[in-house]
């Protein structure tokens, strides 16, 4: 406890009940976990590889953008100023170069209106909820294992959430028709679906094109919104990239959340909405449910900041819009991390029984199932022991079998640390066996 806390302290049942919710301190523990064993190799975090980054190249991308701003757009001196030192448009101002990147790379064509950038994904996801929970009926359905950002936003707008289970291809149908059931037989409302197409954090699982088309026309039959979130999707491995959903979505059921924080630079805390619904509002007449989202904005961040958007804005110059072609060097790093991780485990654990992992083409993250519990305690412990951190799937899902299932992140390791990283988990996990005999 701080010692600056004496008499006339708060009790935790004092504050918001999310405070209490254990979802609302896992991102901190995670991020903690990493720097308190800085020696240690970190399968943890889903950070983006650091090796890229210069800082020079944060002054390039604002200088570029100011460029853009007078040469393409024919702004003033004053007006170059202002945009970036005043405060700005609600919904942002880089909504035309986010409408280029998403026809180019995404093949989504968004009006430049229907797009809130916003501080972070994070904040588009509290957007967005705000504005979906009008009273304690309304659900969210969200994949499960989940992204702890998404089931932390809800329980910060006391949104219910009702996970749906994921087998080993992505989303259990059977499983999602049986909640819409529970939720409408409990007097309740699934007003949307949370999922991460490709290579989701945690589970590194892509869905099929087939099982995209098939969640559009569930969303359709049963009148719920897809949350589609999307910050992996280019960092492709061997096979194709899938179409994502909000490009097939013809019929305005996707609302389209994208971050830049792994295919730009997580610094900038910028992220954005593509929120195209139309919304009746009184005298307003038609609006679009990227306008009604502002106002949640305005009283949030007011605005995101100018300066992180010209950041990114630059990079998106920089790359003619295409973040494809950003990431050139940081897509073939990370699938060559994935391949050299699946071929270490397969070296190390091939004679394990008990323990296997899936194996994700692409992306940042694989899981790896364990014989026994692998909670913070055992991360701590391995951590000390072992010198090697990953992270507990008990932060994203309480079911028994995410209990026994830790995530491996490969973005931030040569492939010699990953293989010492695998090597140190295989001395983990036979200390472990040993001690449950
Ligand atoms: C599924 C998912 N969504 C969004 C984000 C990024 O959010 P932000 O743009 O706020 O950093 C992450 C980052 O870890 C993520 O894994």
């Known amino acids: 406890m701080s010692p600056y806390v004496r008499d006339g302290g708060l009790s935790l049942e004092d504050l918001h009940v999310s405070l209490s919710d254990p979802s609302l301190a896992s991102m901190t523990f995670l991020n903690e976990v990493s720097q308190r064993y800085p020696k ?5 975090a889903g950070r983006p590889y650091e090796g890229y980054f210069a800082v020079e190249d944060v002054h390039r991308y604002i200088e570029r953008y100011c460029r853009y701003l007078k040469q393409e757009l024919g702004h003033s001196d004053a007006e170059v100023r202002r945009a970036l030192f005043q405060y700005g448009r609600t919904k942002g101002i880089i909504h035309e170069l986010i409408a280029r990147n998403l026809r180019l790379d995404e093949d989504i064509t968004a009006d430049p209106e229907s797009i809130v950038v916003t501080v972070g994904c994070q904040e588009a996801m509290v957007v967005v909820l705000r504005a979906l929970r009008t009273d304690e009926r309304d659900v969210l ?53 949370y999922v991460v197409p490709d290579y989701s954090n945690p589970t590194g699982q892509t869905l099929s094109e087939a099982d995209r088309r098939r ?19 280019l960092f492709r491995g061997v096979r194709e990239r899938q179409r994502t959903i909000k490009s097939m979505d013809r019929e305005r059921r996707v609302v389209y959340l994208g971050s830049f924080a792994k295919t730009g630079l997580p610094g900038a805390r910028v992220g954005y909405v593509v929120a195209d619904q139309t919304v009746e509002d009184g005298t307003r007449g038609v609006t679009l449910l990227a306008d009604q989202l502002a106002k949640i904005k305005s009283m949030l961040t007011v605005n995101t900041s100018p300066i992180a958007q010209a950041v990114v804005a630059g990079r998106l110059l920089e790359n003619d819009c295409s973040l494809v072609a950003a990431n050139t060097r940081e897509t073939a790093l990370y699938q060559d991390n994935m391949r050299c991780a699946h071929d270490s485990l397969t070296r190390h654990f091939e004679d394990v029984p ?13 899981v790896v199932d364990l014989p026994f519990a692998a909670g913070d305690e055992e991360l701590e412990r391995c951590a000390e022991d072992h010198e090697v951190i990953w992270t507990p799937m008990a932060h994203f899902a309480a079911d028994e079998r995410s209990r026994r299932r830790i995530r491996l992140s490969v973005s931030q390791l040569n492939p010699a640390e990953i293989d010492l990283g695998v090597e140190r988990l295989r001395a983990f996990v036979d200390d472990c066996s040993r001690s449950a005999e």
């Open 40 to 44: 240690a190799i970190s399968f943890a």
């Open 141 to 193: 359905m969200a994949v499960s294992p989940s992204y702890v950002g998404i089931t932390g936003a809800a329980r910060l707008v006391d949104m219910r959430v009702a996970s749906v289970a994921s087998g080993d291809d992505g989303i259990d149908f059977d499983a999602l028709d049986a909640v819409v059931r529970e939720t409408r037989a409990n007097g309740l409302r699934p007003r949307a679906l």
């Open 215 to 233: 969640l559009l026309s569930r969303s359709r039959t049963e009148g719920f919104l897809i949350l589609e979130d999307n910050p992996y999707g």
């Open 354 to 366: 008990g323990v296997s992992w899936n194996r994700p083409d692409g992306g940042l993250f694989l």
